[in-house]
Structure formats: structure tokens, C-alpha cells
């Protein structure tokens, strides 16, 4: 771990959400001491908090993801399953309707996607980061009701963090400065890194940004008969004629999320009435037909910011010493791809692997697994813009060559992989960040991308499942 002479072997993570959980985990035997400063409280058992109010929102752990928190945190994915984690194997049982028709259901067993509410993830993930720290040699501490107001240090290194307790006594309010000789920043989307860099004289990084303007609109129900429920989630993400979506997804206890969302002039009401009718309008009426058998838990959540926004902390000069960024402080992506949480986790792997001072050698440095979360995010980035573009801002960055020929490939395999089950394997090892975007450009896949026919998928939602 990169030392500082005040600092010495102390890090701070600003964020105790997911990402900052699990940066934790990769500082623990790296660092004597871990603070996490985390603006909320936490809440008894699995409540919502103001601090992540995408977690009313459906929210996928893809396969890619569930495996580097299992590396990270082993038996964690048991211990998800026994709070109550439904277990979605992809394609068998996330129904998937796109453009050319449904796809088939493959009982693939590949990728075995976690679906359950974000406050469950969270509060058992948490719980596992603690038991593994208090197991270590790091003392972890976390300051809960504290918020980061600055970075302290200069244009060139960090050397800690400006804090401020919320509530309590008004004179326990001030400010006060914590040293550390590493700082995390994982305080997710909102994060104000790149404001800090101004009053450290720094200028911020480069921001890339593709906005599909995309908004959310969620709402908790359970099936009137558990006995009828349908035994498989159900995905219609929209497309370019028809840009209005749908996920339908069981999670925990016997309920279900059903998340609605669309581009800009079809973004989903949050009035419950309209958002039923609002159902109606997607793609295909399968899951609105759903909702007739369900009754409602919940108000309807509503969700706008969703643009996928990439700080470029990686490139040379970029990221002053004494500091990481993780999450979606570095990185946050249309929620539609379900990617947010798993890269979160593999930008965590990638860290421990670059700072870990093992075999004697010297320490490394954070720009190195600043680099290394680069490398973790930039697979998921490129599928995420790529499928965004058509529905792009003028305001946004432009696509290049490469990125014009991906999408146009990319929109065929899409086609191909709906009803073919070697270019479907393909398509979900890398949209569940399993395997790197090369696999889709294997030649086997190539050529039954570009010269099979473009057929239609199947007419309605599959009951049967496939062997393959
Ligand atoms: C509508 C929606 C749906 C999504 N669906 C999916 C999905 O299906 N699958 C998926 O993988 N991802 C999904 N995501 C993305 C996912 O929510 C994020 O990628 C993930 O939460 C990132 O974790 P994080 O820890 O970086 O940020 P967060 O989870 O947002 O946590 C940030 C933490 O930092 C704290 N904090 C913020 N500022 C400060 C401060 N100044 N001082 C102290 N603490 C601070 C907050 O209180 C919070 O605890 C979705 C996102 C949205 C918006």
C-alpha cells in the first residue's frame, strides 16, 4: 500500500455503500487502519436509506459480478441465498423479449445471475465485510452520520479528508481533518472528487459521457397466487422503434420488482394508474397481462439520473497520489444493463491484486490500480455506450469507427444471440463480464453473426425450457 509519512499505513474510504464495503475487504492486511466515513446512518435490518436512492429500483447481480464477490468475500453468495437472493440462471429464467421476438429459453447454466432488493445486498454484504475485518490484522472503523466535505493535501498527493458529523450537538458539527496515507473514493455517483480537485489546484479529470436519458419508474408487488406465479422473471428492455421497457423480476420473501423505464419523451409516470397503463405501452403485453394476477406493495419510485458518465481518473496525470476511485464515483452506467454493482466489485479485485506488497516487492502505486480499475470497468463501458448510442444526446461524446462497426455488429449479434445457442453463450459471457468483448469477435461467432440469416425469435414467451 502506498505510504505517507503522516499518513503511514491508514487508509479512508469515503462511502460505505457497496463499493466502499468492498474496497474495505481489499485493504484489509494492506492497511493497519481503515476509516470508512459514511454520511448515513445504517438502518436497522433491511431498510432503505437516503444515501442510495437507486436501491428502491430493481437492482441484478450478474454472474461476473457474484464471482468477484465470492473471490472477495467467500460464502458470501450463500449467505445472499439464505437472506432470501433469488438465483436467475440466464437465459432459462429471465424471459427476454427484444426487437426481433423472444428469445429461447437455453437451460444453459452459465451465468447464474442474484436478484434481491438492495437493501439485502447491502446489509449482508456489510455484515460479511465486518466479520471478515474483524478476523484480520486492519482495524476497521466506520464513522457513520459523518460526511466528506474535502480532500486535504495539495495539487500533487492527498493526504486525508475534511469531515463533518451530521446531527448530534451543534458543536460536534465542525469540521475537522483525518489523515490517512491512502484515500478511497467510493462515495458513488454523487461523488464531488472532481470539485475537490479544484481547491486542491488540481483540474478535473476528463468526463465521458453517452445519455440515453433513460428514467426509472419501480414498484414492489406480490403474485395474488404463489402457485401461478410465473416460474421466470421477465426482461423487455426496449428498442430503437419501441423505446419503452420492462423487468418484471422475483426478489426476496415472494415478492417481485417491476421496473419500468424509457428514453426521453417516453420516461414511465410514477401516479400507480398511469404507471399500470404505462405497462401496456412496451413492447409486448406479457407482463402487463402479469400485473392483473399481483397486487401492490408499494408506492411507485421514480429515477432520472441514469446517463453513463466515466471519469478518467486512469489517464497519466490524472489522479494525484494518496488517492482511489471506485464505484460509480469513477464510473456509473444506464442502469438498464445491470452492470453498476458487479463492476464495483471487479474494480474492488482489481485493486487488492495491484496493491497488495507481496514477494518483497516495492509498494505499488494508486495510479497503477487507478489503471487496473480502468481495465475492470472499460468491458462493461464499451457494451454500455455502444447499446446507447442510437438514443445519444447531440451533447455527448461522438462515436468513432470502431465504436459506428461494434454497434452495427453488436445490434446483429443481439439479433442472432436470441435464438442461436453458441452466439447467445457468447453474448451473455461478455454482457455478465465474464469474458472479455474479444469472445464476441471469436471466429466461430463472427461468422454465424455476419452470414446466418437474421431471424425472428420466438412469437411469445417460452414456456418450455431447451437443453443444449
Ligand atoms: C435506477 C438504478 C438501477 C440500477 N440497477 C442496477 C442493477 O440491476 N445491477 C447493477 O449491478 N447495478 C445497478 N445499478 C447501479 C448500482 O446502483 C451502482 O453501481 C452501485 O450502487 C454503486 O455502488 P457505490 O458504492 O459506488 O455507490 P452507492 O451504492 O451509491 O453508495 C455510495 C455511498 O456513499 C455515501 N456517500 C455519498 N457521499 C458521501 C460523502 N460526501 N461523505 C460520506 N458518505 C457519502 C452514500 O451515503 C452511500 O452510502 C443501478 C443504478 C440505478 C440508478
Redesign the pocket.
Same mark, same amino acid.
Given at each position: 500500500m502506498t505510504e505517507h509519512s503522516n499518513g503511514g499505513r491508514t487508509a479512508i474510504v469515503?462511502?460505505?455503500?457497496?463499493?466502499?464495503m468492498l474496497a474495505v475487504t481489499a485493504l484489509l492486511g494492506q492497511a493497519d487502519t481503515v476509516t470508512v466515513?459514511?454520511? &448515513?446512518r445504517y438502518p436497522a435490518g433491511h431498510g432503505f436509506?437516503?444515501?442510495?436512492p437507486?436501491?428502491r429500483?430493481?437492482?441484478?447481480?450478474?454472474s461476473g459480478?457474484s464471482l468477484a464477490l465470492e473471490e472477495l468475500l467467500p460464502g458470501t453468495l450463500a449467505a445472499l441465498g439464505e437472506a432470501g437472493a433469488r438465483s436467475l440462471y440466464l437465459p432459462r429464467d429471465l424471459l427476454t423479449r427484444t426487437a426481433t421476438g423472444w428469445q429461447r429459453r437455453f437451460d444453459e447454466r452459465r451465468h447464474r445471475t442474484l436478484s434481491v432488493t438492495?437493501p439485502v445486498l447491502d446489509a449482508v454484504v456489510r455484515e460479511r465485510v465486518l466479520r471478515a475485518a474483524a478476523a484480520s490484522a486492519t482495524r476497521v472503523e466506520v464513522l457513520e452520520a459523518?460526511?466528506? *466535505?474535502g480532500l486535504t493535501g495539495d495539487a500533487s498527493r492527498v493526504t486525508g479528508v475534511r469531515v463533518r458529523s451530521r446531527g448530534g450537538a451543534p458543536g460536534a458539527r465542525s469540521e475537522r481533518e483525518l489523515v490517512a496515507g491512502l484515500v478511497v473514493d467510493?462515495?458513488?455517483?454523487?461523488?464531488?472528487t472532481p470539485q475537490w480537485f479544484a481547491e486542491l489546484g488540481r483540474s478535473a479529470p476528463h468526463e465521458e459521457t453517452v445519455d440515453a436519458g433513460i428514467a426509472?419508474a419501480t414498484r414492489m408487488y406480490r403474485p395474488k397466487d404463489p402457485a401461478t406465479a410465473p416460474d421466470a422473471g421477465v426482461n423487455v428492455p426496449g428498442w430503437p422503434e419501441c423505446p419503452r421497457g420492462a423487468a418484471y423480476v422475483p426478489v426476496e420473501d415472494g415478492k417481485w420488482l417491476l421496473t419500468l423505464s424509457g428514453v426521453r419523451g417516453h420516461h414511465p409516470p410514477t401516479d400507480p394508474a398511469e404507471f399500470t397503463a404505462f405497462s401496456a405501452t412496451i413492447g409486448d403485453p406479457y407482463v402487463h397481462e402479469l400485473l392483473a394476477e399481483a397486487e401492490p406493495l408499494s408506492p411507485v419510485h421514480g429515477?432520472r &439520473? *441514469?446517463c453513463n458518465r466515466r471519469r478518467h481518473f486512469e489517464r497519466p496525470g490524472a489522479l494525484p497520489a494518496g488517492l482511489l476511485v471506485?464505484? &460509480?464515483?469513477a464510473c *456509473?452506467?444506464n442502469?438498464v444493463y445491470?452492470?453498476?454493482?458487479?463492476?464495483?466489485a471487479l474494480g474492488a479485485l482489481a485493486v487488492r491484486g495491484t496493491l497488495a506488497n507481496g514477494g518483497g516487492q516495492r509498494p505499488r502505486s494508486t495510479a497503477e490500480a487507478q489503471r487496473a480499475v480502468a481495465r475492470a470497468v472499460e468491458p462493461a463501458w464499451l457494451a454500455a455506450v455502444g447499446a446507447d448510442r442510437p438514443y445519444a444526446s447531440p451533447d455527448d461524446a461522438k462515436a468513432g469507427v470502431a465504436e459506428r462497426l461494434s454497434t452495427w455488429y453488436i445490434d446483429r449479434l443481439f439479433a442472432r444471440a436470441a435464438i442461436d445457442p453458441v452466439v447467445g453463450a457468447a453474448f451473455r459471457d461478455v454482457f455478465c463480464l465474464t469474458a472479455p468483448p474479444t469472445r464476441l469477435v471469436a471466429p466461430q461467432i463472427f461468422l454465424r453473426t455476419v452470414f446466418l440469416p437474421r431471424l425472428p425469435g420466438l412469437p411469445g414467451p417460452p414456456a418450455a425450457v431447451e437443453e443444449v
Open positions: 469515503i462511502g460505505g455503500g457497496l463499493a466502499g466515513i459514511e454520511r &448515513d436509506r437516503k444515501g442510495v437507486q436501491a429500483h430493481l437492482h441484478i447481480l450478474l459480478g438492495r459523518t460526511e466528506a *466535505t467510493a462515495s458513488g455517483r454523487g461523488s464531488r426509472y429515477f &439520473d *441514469t471506485l464505484g &460509480d464515483a *456509473t452506467f442502469p445491470g452492470q453498476g454493482m458487479s463492476v464495483a
